[in-house]
């Protein structure tokens, strides 16, 4: 079942790099008491992902500050590839989220197959607004090549 506006994020444990490499971070503890944008993708350093919706939120993490407590990206992979994608991508300004088991991508229904490009489980193209765990807007994009929904631009207009 795919989550829905108005419904709370599960807790699952996430992780990110840290300075001494992955931490573990729970959702309940990430997203309470503040306002979060989180943005997730198929894959970290994919050509869709780099080069058109990751530069979006980088472009924009300022003004999406401005409204937000935090901007967060999720992918299926592990906290060390999320790392270097965001040295790669100058995206210090947003907090990177590994689902390297797919377990929140999974609780909230926004995995996909993606077994036949060799790729195994990954997350759907999506955006959310979520008020203290409370998901206040929910973009996907489920169309190949198409960042529309949970563009930047589109978070932004929302907030």
């Known amino acids: 079942m795919t989550i ?3 419904e709370r994020l599960p807790d699952v444990t996430l992780f990110t790099n840290g300075d ?3 931490e573990s971070l729970t959702t309940d503890a990430f ?3 503040r306002k979060v944008v989180l943005f997730a993708v ?3 350093f994919t050509p869709g992902c780099s080069n058109t919706h990751m ?3 980088v472009v924009s993490a300022d003004k999406l500050l401005e409204k ?4 967060a990206c999720l992918a299926v992979n592990d ?3 999320m790392g270097a994608w965001q040295k790669d991508q100058n995206a210090e300004a947003i907090t990177m989220l590994a689902d390297g088991n797919a377990d929140f991508t999974r609780a909230i229904g926004m995995d996909k197959d993606a077994s036949a490009a060799g790729m195994g489980v990954r997350s759907l193209r999506y955006a959310m607004i979520v008020n203290d765990g409370v998901v206040e807007y929910l973009g996907v994009d489920t169309e190949r090549g198409v960042i529309e929904a949970s563009s930047a631009e589109t978070v932004l ?3």
């Open 4 to 6: 829905a506006t108005g």
């Open 20 to 22: 001494k490499g992955p």
């Open 31 to 33: 997203f309470s008491g």
């Open 42 to 44: 198929p894959g970290a």
């Open 55 to 57: 530069p979006g939120f």
């Open 68 to 71: 937000a407590d935090a901007v």
């Open 79 to 81: 906290a060390f590839v």
């Open 157 to 159: 207009a929302r907030l």
